[in-house]
């Protein structure tokens, strides 16, 4: 630990719901703005229709681009080149929000492909060495090497001396990353994906802990407790990790891959991997943080929600625990344009905070703001929050001003 941890401290008064806090940063302007697109986003219909023109104009390569960016793209993008995203990392940074540079391009599937992400991985832990507002380096296992590769290698089917190459080349990538994560001091995390490409992830997950975690927690796999089985897989990874002498980094999320993985179970008729009902991922998703808390000697924790009681929960603990507030192992984080109340008055009492800032170009993170537009639906429940939050503020505002 470093002289700059806050001294040991209970729980400071922790309420999500000051917004004061939560929209300090955001102009009159800017509120007005996240309002109105919340206020869309929160009509089933109209984002459904939205985000099907969205997607039919850039395919048709109509002029679309410069109104997406002022809107949609504004409110959960950082920007399309890394350069752009730095007004938004020292914007978050004024309120000791961090930042995580996540190039969220899902790519054509080739090395080209996978090449360029690790340069953009590469390029923003470079940058991280003189800019301390970013906390960790993020990539996707698919962003550097090839589904279907990942399928094969979790299924344990035997590969073509091609594929073993192919494999070799996908390793090579991620020590690459990890090397300049170490040279950097940076932590890393990979984030999870499909149930059927995981067990791979896993292994090079666990392979990478195991060489790079060994005196702190450098690399983080993500545990999404949404699955039945992750819960004991947690638990059986950090046997691991003790056995092995390492450090065990785990990015904790409920998952975000649920309706695909009950389709495909059902249209393959295997039982469904994911909770039966969303009581039981929040069960498995608390008894996990509470799992690493009382093993936060080993394990380093990144608490990626929007959910308030789990993120309470885990302040909580850190507090009773007696542990310092800003604990280098714990980390709390939301995606940038959500959860704000969340992120602001978790840093305000002191917390470790950072936000995913997403970037590439517009055309290229399309399919991660459809799914932000459709996660922010009435259906889905995060709009009419958001909403309720941003009405609260714009009155307090009025009323201050009067
Ligand atoms: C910083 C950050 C990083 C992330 N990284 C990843 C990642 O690497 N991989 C990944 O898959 N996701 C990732 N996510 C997304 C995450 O998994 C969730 O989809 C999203 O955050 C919503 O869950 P929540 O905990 O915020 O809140 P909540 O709104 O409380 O939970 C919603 C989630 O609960 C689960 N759920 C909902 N209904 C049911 C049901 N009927 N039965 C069972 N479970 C249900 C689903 O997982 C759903 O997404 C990340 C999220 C954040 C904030």
Redesign the pocket.
Known sequence: MNETLAPIATLPTLDFNDVAVAFESKSDKQLAERYLLFRAMNNPTLTKLGTSLLAWAIRRRLPIKGLVKATIFKQFCGGETIEECLPVVAELGKANVKSILDYSVEGEGNEASFDSVVEKTLQAIELSKREKLISFAVFKMTGIARFGLLEKVSAAQTLSSGEVAEWARVKARLRKICDAALEADLPVMI???ESWIQAAIDSLADEMMERYNKHKPLVYN?I?L?RKDRLAFLKASFAKAEKGGYYLGA?L??????EKERERAAMMGYPSP?????E???RD?NLAIEFCVERIDRIGICA????EE?SLKLARLVAEKGLPLNHPRVHF???YGM?DHISYNLAKAGFNVAK?VPYGEVKFVLPYLIRRAQENTAVA??ASRELRLLIAERQRRKATKR
Do not use: C, W
């Open positions: 984030d999870a994906e993500t999404q949404y990015k999320v409920r998952g975000a891959y649920m994911i909770h039966d009902a969303k039981a991922t929040d998703f990626g929600t929007h959910n789990s984080s939301q995606l959860g995913y429940g995060y």
